[in-house]
């Protein structure tokens, strides 16, 4: 849901606090109470009315690879998943300010990938066998995990321990996300029961692969791969297929410690308008992951927003830049 919004006064929300501005055709008072949004109350519109978008979310960052949450909710994020951090980084992240979801380390072969890249320190873990990936997903949902991402490539995790981790994480009522970049890959996903790609593939998906994911979900970093047109068109295929598109920047291997325009621009490209390109950083991702107090505003929702000063729905890139951020009823931008 988008609100058209005049700038609020400094410092944090309190109870009794209001911010005004317009919703649809017509203009609301938003008032609080602590973190959360207490009343929506219709007013008659100003001209110097800024549109008011949910807090956004980036489902894909590594926030223990580039320690920049703060900053992050700073300008405008106001939840994170983090898909790939040390177990021992784990409590870290969940006790940030920015509300973050937490994957833990990337299950893969011995000395496969991201153990043979980026991800020596922990941010990958080796499963030989059935019983160390039932052991890894067991460790990572006491720890507090909401997901368990795979490494799926010719130096990820072997294709016969990919549905043993599945229905180990399913079992614990966990979602599982692959790092599967090829064709083969995200069909052995597909196959398995994997719940969300963690990138778009970059190489093209066959007809059958992108049927397969119909129903599940896919987290774009467009950006991170350079924004190829092959990339760009299986995101808009996987779509018109029925696939739920979530933003994410795989931010950590990306260094923009914000709202991504690139991002924003590629997703516009796939075939996104302004309305769905909202939707992937502020609803379907809160629908996805379970964020059930983001998304939308509301009474009773949490009081994270954003500020800008055009219409998202016309021109999305305008929530790279904030006029104003509010984190859980607190003022973070501008100081």
């Not at 990936?133 to 990919?162: F, S």
């Not at 490209?269 to 939308?296: E, K, N, S, Y």
Request: glycine fraction near 12%; include cysteine; charged fraction near 20%.
């Amino acid at each position: 849901m988008l609100v058209a919004c005049a700038a609020p006064p400094r410092g944090g929300v309190s109870h009794g606090e209001v911010v005004r501005g317009r919703l649809g055709a017509g203009a609301v008072e938003l008032g609080f109470d602590g973190e959360r949004i207490a009343r929506v109350t219709a007013v008659a519109p100003r001209a110097d009315d800024g549109w008011l978008v949910p807090g956004l979310i980036d489902a894909h960052v590594h926030l223990a690879y580039w320690p920049v949450s703060d900053e992050l909710a700073r300008h405008g994020i106001a939840a994170a998943v983090d898909l790939g951090a040390p177990g021992d980084a784990m409590a870290t992240l969940q006790a940030a300010r920015l509300p973050t979801i937490v994957a833990g380390p990337i299950l893969t072969r011995p000395g496969g990938y991201p153990l043979d890249a980026w991800g020596a320190d922990g941010f990958g873990v080796a499963c030989p066998d059935r019983a160390t990936v039932e052991a890894v997903v067991e460790t990572i949902a006491a720890r507090g995990g909401r997901i368990i991402k795979l490494a799926i490539a010719d130096d990820g995790l072997d294709p016969e321990l990919i549905p043993v981790a599945v229905a180990a994480a399913h079992a614990h009522k966990l979602k599982v996300a692959a790092h599967a970049l090829g064709d083969r890959d995200a069909r052995l996903a597909a196959d398995a029961g994997v719940d969300l790609l963690a990138h778009t593939p970059v190489e093209r998906l066959s007809d059958a692969t992108v049927a397969a994911w119909r129903g599940r979900a896919v987290v774009s970093t467009l950006a991170a791969f350079g924004g190829a047109p092959e990339t760009v068109a299986n995101l808009r295929r996987l779509r018109a297929a029925g696939v739920t598109v979530l933003y994410g920047t795989d931010l950590g291997n990306r260094r923009e410690a914000g709202p991504s325009a690139a991002e924003i621009e590629l997703l516009g490209q796939a075939g996104l308008d302004g309305a769905a390109i909202v939707d992937a950083m502020t609803a379907a991702p809160a629908r996805w992951f379970g964020l059930d107090t983001l998304g939308a505003i509301a009474p009773g929702m949490t009081a994270s927003f954003v500020i800008v000063d055009g219409d998202p729905a016309q021109t999305p890139a305008v929530v790279a830049r904030p006029r104003a951020v509010y984190l859980r009823g607190q003022r973070l931008a501008p100081e």
